[in-house]
């Protein structure tokens, strides 16, 4: 297969996205001849990659045995280059936002429109399938494909917690350590999370928040309110480093995503790295966060906004450190067995080589 792939959203402006189409940038050439066009310059400047891209994609793409756009926004190149090569076959990655996102243009010409005239699109979880399926794409047209982690990417990579307490420059001992990581948007729960779960729990409990968005403020007022300044540590934006000492080293991740309309999360792959690096993981049972997340094999599911349920589970890690430890060495044979790029890549090409007219 020779393949044209173009992502719009790509490192280093940081998001789920972002670092999935950067990974398929990365391992699909593993297995085909694979040309990468990529915006690594964010949102404003989609604008002026839009018309490159399409302007690009016509005057290359009788090279190519398929086109392959790292999200639904592109969908438009593929239906300006079906009007002129038909017989091309144009794929999309489709996550989540990009067909639920809630503007009326948005909907009626890229929704009703361009993303039904591509050839077919991967969906990264059941959830995405099912938003797909109620835009009345059919069904014929989708595949679903989950978002995959490079396995031996921490292999090399040793923290503990005593580097952690370096780190945060803070004594830990007989302190239990929460992280949520990732871009701050208001399905993540964080906000909620400090209002309804982490007062209950023991004050020896802190929680570090790290990752930027634009629920920073609304979170902040939330510490202030329910007087947690001690207890929630926000890092902001942190680096690749600092990320895998806190993956490594931390006692639980949380993923408390909420349901909000118009958005949701397509997959989950915070989960799936904390997992990687044997953290037990406790997420809400939501959206693509139950592609991610097998309960009680890599993580644990709870209903999301459930205040109790998500207390017992995390008291229960609390009160057992070898049940916790031993959780999370299953949960790191679990996704390195399910969620390996080396076995997700080769099923984008096998996908692709289906389609080939």
């Not at 969908?75 to 009326?104: A, C, E, M, W």
Request: glycine content about 6%; some cysteine; hydrophobic content about 40%.
């Amino acid at each position: 297969m020779n393949i044209l792939f173009i992502s719009r959203a790509y490192p280093p402006i940081m998001g789920g996205i972002e670092n999935q189409n950067r990974d398929l940038a990365i391992w699909l050439p593993k297995f085909a001849e694979v040309t990468t066009i990529a915006n690594p310059y964010g949102k404003k400047f989609l604008p002026f990659f839009l018309p490159y891209a399409i302007l690009r994609s016509l005057l290359t793409m009788h090279r190519y045995d398929a086109i392959l756009f790292g999200d639904g926004v592109l969908s438009i190149v593929g239906y300006i280059g079906k009007l002129f090569r038909p017989q091309k076959v144009f794929v999309s990655v489709i996550h989540g936002l990009d067909i639920t996102f809630q503007n009326t243009f948005y909907q009626k010409w890229w929704v009703q429109h361009f993303i039904p005239a591509l050839d077919h699109i991967i969906v990264v979880s059941e959830e995405t399938k099912k938003l797909a399926l109620r835009k009345n794409i059919p069904v014929e047209k989708i595949t679903v494909i989950p978002n995959g982690i490079d396995t031996t990417s921490f292999e090399n990579i040793h923290y503990t917690k005593k580097d952690l307490e370096m780190f945060l420059k803070k004594d830990l001992q007989n302190t239990f350590v929460l992280l949520t990581s990732g871009r701050l948007a208001k399905r993540k729960g964080v906000e909620w999370f400090i209002r309804n779960v982490l007062p209950d729990l023991p004050p020896s409990v802190i929680y570090i928040v790290a990752g930027t968005g634009n629920q920073e403020t609304t979170i902040k007022c939330a510490i202030e309110e329910m007087q947690m300044k001690e207890r929630v540590l926000m890092l902001g934006r942190v680096s690749d480093e600092t990320r895998n000492l806190l993956l490594q080293t931390v006692d639980l991740f949380i993923q408390p995503n909420i349901h909000i309309d118009g958005d949701m999360e397509g997959f989950g792959i915070a989960v799936i790295e904390a997992s990687l690096c044997g953290r037990p993981v406790i997420a809400s049972n939501i959206e693509g966060l139950k592609d991610a997340i097998i309960s009680n094999e890599n993580g644990i599911l709870v209903e999301s906004e459930n205040k109790e349920d998500f207390l017992q589970k995390i008291q229960d890690f609390i009160q057992d450190k070898a049940v916790r430890e031993a959780f999370g060495r299953k949960a790191k044979t679990y996704t390195k067995n399910h969620y390996d790029w080396r076995n997700i890549a080769p099923l984008y090409i096998q996908t692709l080589k289906s389609l080939k007219k």
